[in-house]
């Protein structure tokens, strides 16, 4: 097990930041970072909450923090639902609800759909139902060809805009799980000939018969959490790009599900 200097000196590098530069954010000296991360000086948890903070550790990993240091875990995990977090899953609900009749779902860290409104369901009429099996996936969702990769037009620059995304997720918050969503989906390009272009912002262009629906989508994260759950999911919004596109959602009602 890595000790509690060692995790925050692959933090710090992580961020690619000098000592100096973490003491100064910090308020401490640069040889007590030095001190904590060779072992040589045991943090109090107020110190790994302090650096933590400093270099943007996600929750989740301050936890392995403090527990590499003989702390107990700060951050609770709980359920996205009206037992664990009935506030916030009233709050969500409410802005899916206030989304319709256009979609919206809301994803954890992996990107597993966690809650989503009905005005998604038009769109997953042709995928595989193994792919719509709990936790349904949004990136295997979107890129399996048994699900919505055969609809999308411009499906390499989709791709490649999620996956810059996805590359600075990793960065920020690296994890196995996700890393090999990223290999399976993302890592290599696609060939696509040119790419659609917009003066707003890329948009998602799907094609199911004759029908073509133009979408731009906006994502929503939770400010200061202090759950880890909170932390890691967001709330995926899309909206329609001109005017035949809202027309057929405009005709489509739907109301808020898990």
């Known amino acids: 097990m890595q000790t509690v200097g060692e995790l925050l000196r692959e933090w710090r590098h992580r961020r690619r930041i000098s000592q100096l530069d973490l003491a100064l954010a910090a308020d401490v000296s640069a040889r007590h970072v030095s001190l904590v991360e060779t072992g040589k000086s045991q943090p109090s948890a107020a110190m790994i909450h302090r650096l933590a903070e ?9 936890n392995l923090l403090l527990l590499a240091a003989g702390f107990a875990p700060r951050y609770a995990e709980r359920s ?8 916030v899953s009233e709050a969500i609900g409410r802005l899916l609800r206030a989304h319709e009749p256009y979609p919206a779902l809301v994803v954890d860290r992996g990107w597993n759909i966690v809650m989503t409104n009905r005005a998604l369901d038009s769109f997953l009429a042709g995928v595989a139902p193994e792919l719509l099996k709990p936790p349904v996936n949004l990136v295997r969702l979107g890129f399996d060809e048994r699900g919505l990769a055969k609809n999308i037009v411009n499906l390499a620059e989709v791709r490649s805009v999620l996956r810059t995304r996805m590359a600075r997720q990793l960065a920020r918050a690296p994890s196995p799980e996700l890393l090999a969503l990223f290999d399976e989906f993302l890592a290599e390009p696609v060939d696509g000939g040119e790419p659609e272009t917009s003066d707003i912002v890329v948009p998602m262009i799907f094609r199911f018969g004759d029908r073509e629906l133009r979408l731009f989508s906006t994502t929503t994260s939770f400010g200061t959490p202090v759950d880890i759950t909170l932390d890691e999911v967001s709330i995926e919004s899309y909206y329609p790009m001109d005017e035949r596109t809202a027309a057929y959602f405009a005709v489509k009602p739907a109301q808020a599900t898990r």
């Open 54 to 62: 400093r270099l943007d550790v996600p929750l989740r990993d301050r």
């Open 80 to 87: 996205l639902d009206r037992e664990q977090l009935p506030a």
